[in-house]
Structure formats: C-alpha cells, structure tokens
C-alpha cells in the first residue's frame, strides 16, 4: 500500500515538474505580457494567488487582483490560442468563464486589460484624446505576442473589446483565423452616436465626468462609464463601419453571441457584420423573453458569486442596474466551443 501510494505521490511531482518545464518554452511570451502591462501599469508585483496553468500581471496601481490581465496556458504551445478583450469600464474578470471554457478544451487563452481600466485612478487616462489609439495599440501587441502560443490566432472580445477586435479582424484578416464576438458594441442608440460628432461634446463630456470615480459596489468594474470614453468607442465603431464601406475583405469564421434585449448594443450591428462577411457565421440569438442585459451575457453563476457584488441599500433604478448570471450561459459556452472546434 506505501508502495502504491510512493508511486502515485512520485507521478504527480513529475506531472507538476513536467507542466513547469514545458512552460519554460513559454517564458518568452510571458516576459513580453508582463513587460507590455509594465510600461502601461508602471509596475508590477506578484498575484495573491499563483498558478502552474495561469501567468498573471498585477499590479499596485490595479483595484485588485481580479482586475488583472493573465494567460491560460497548457505549458506549451497549442493548435488554438484565443486572445479576448473586455469592455467599456470593466475588466478581465468579465470573461473568465469564457477563457476557462476555451482553456478547458485544451487552447491557450490570452486575456487583456485595455488602457485606462481596472486602475484605483483612472481620471487621467480616462480623458486622454488618444485613448482609442492607445486601446488600438494594445490590442496590436498583444495579438502580435499571442503568436508565440499558437499555430492559429483567434481574436474576440466583450462589447467594447468586441468593438476592437472586429476593427482590428477587419485591418488584418491575413493574421487571423476567426473572430469572436460577445455583446460586440458595434451600433449603439443613434443619439449616443450623433451626440458624438456635435462639436465641444467632448469638452463637455470631461466636465459631466468630472473626478472619475473607479471605487464602487462592484471590485471589477468602474460604477459608471466615463462619457468621454464612451466617445472613443463610438470613434472605433465608425471606424468599422468605414472599413466596411471601403469593402475589406472579410471572410473569416464568425461566432456571435448577443442578446435581442440588449438596451446598450444594439443587435443590428452584429447582424450587419454577419450580412457583410463572406465566411462561416455562428449566430448565439438570445430570445427578448430570457431579459438578458448587456453586461450579463458573459456572467455565469459562478462568476456572479466571486464578484462579490456589494448589495447594502441597494435600490435598483432599472432591470440592468444589478448584475446577474446569463441563464442561457452553458448553451453559449457550448455553442462557442462548437464554432472553434469546427475551424
């Protein structure tokens, strides 16, 4: 029995040895990640929690941990690596269940933080006019260091990150495999995107923002988007519009995941992308009657749990003011790992 137990104690310590030898051919990409959220953070420190399968970049400027950007990784390089963006105000907390389940089938996940989020201050670069061309360059190089994780690179994201992604999807066909879009914000309500081409709006938007506030009821996402920011995003989705007019090419797979009770992105624009693109579209249509909101079709039960949503006193002004689980989120999970499994 001593016997046994020796051996089955001996495999395991090789199976941890082996699974950090192997991530030592990944220690390259790891150095440029962490030197990447170095120059943009000004500092990084250890996680409060490790992991031989997870490399995380915290940080002291960072809210929390949570807040941090990471990688999900087999040790190795694998067929598939998946590099995800998050949205407007939020962080890469957001898709952790969707990283986990791409991770989950044996691909290599690369999770970002965009410029200007997560941060205990973020009033500064929440008002910086190049802040759409600092998201533009992030996502840039952290798809060009993804290239290190796999043979094939597929780019998605999160509402505003889904915004980029696309925009990036169409700039650079040639360098990916297929594009992955979750609540993608790529059409929201015309008077948002008409208030922002009104001349001195954007001088306005700074003062209606005023201290940006980044501390709130909830640990991984800003109590409220900033306007002024909201502003660049609509800069990226005329952008993608223009692109789409001036005919690039996309024929790529395309999964898209959204919600017809989605207030803040309207479906539309996602629907216009499936009509322009000449590849395989997958198409996750939540029904109006599921009342799924924007930012909970990324939420999983779980992930409601660990967010740690503070709820004293709260007095909900509408159905989207609180965080809840997507309850159609396995099937989503389920229909995105169809779609990379078929390309």
Not at 111 to 119: E, I, S
Request: hydrophobic content about 40%; some cysteine.
């Amino acid at each position: 029995m001593k016997l046994v137990f020796s051996l089955v104690s001996l495999m395991l310590f090789l199976s941890g040895f082996t699974t950090v030898s192997h991530a030592q051919e990944l220690q390259p990409v790891f150095n440029r990640f962490e030197q990447l959220y170095q120059t943009e953070l000004g500092s990084t420190q250890g996680c409060s929690q490790a992991s031989s399968t997870r490399f995380s970049v915290c940080s002291s400027a960072l809210r929390n941990d949570g807040n941090a950007p990471y990688i999900l990784h087999h040790g190795k390089p694998t067929g598939k690596v998946i590099v995800l963006f998050h949205g407007l105000s939020d962080s890469p907390f957001f898709l952790r269940s969707v990283a986990e389940a791409f991770y989950g089938e044996g691909y290599n996940v690369v999770v970002a933080l965009l410029p200007g989020h997560g941060l205990l201050d973020a009033d500064k670069i929440m008002e910086d006019p190049e802040l759409a061309n600092r998201w533009r360059k992030h996502v840039a190089d952290v798809v060009a260091l993804a290239d290190g994780l796999a043979e094939n690179t597929f780019i998605g994201g999160f509402s505003t990150g889904g915004a980029l992604a696309t925009e990036y999807t169409l700039l650079h066909p040639e360098k990916l495999q297929g594009l992955m879009l979750f609540s993608g914000a790529l059409r929201l309500e015309s008077k948002a995107e008409m208030l922002a081409d009104v001349w001195g709006m954007r001088w306005i938007a700074k003062k209606l923002d005023g201290d940006y506030l980044t501390q709130g009821r909830n640990p991984v996402k800003y109590p409220s988007v900033s306007t002024f920011a909201a502003f660049q995003l609509v800069d990226v989705i005329m952008s993608v519009r223009e692109l789409i007019e001036a005919k690039h090419p996309l024929n790529l797979p395309l999964f898209v995941a959204h919600s017809q009770a989605d207030a803040t992105t309207l479906i539309r624009g996602v629907t216009d992308l499936m009509a322009y693109n000449q590849g395989d579209n997958q198409f996750f249509d939540i029904p109006q009657t599921e009342n799924v909101c924007h930012a909970d079709l990324v939420i999983s039960e779980q992930q409601l749990i660990d967010m740690h949503y503070d709820m004293n006193g709260v007095e909900p002004s509408d159905a989207c003011s609180i965080p809840k689980a997507n309850p159609l989120h396995p099937q989503m999970l389920q229909a995105a790992l169809r779609y990379l499994r078929a390309h």
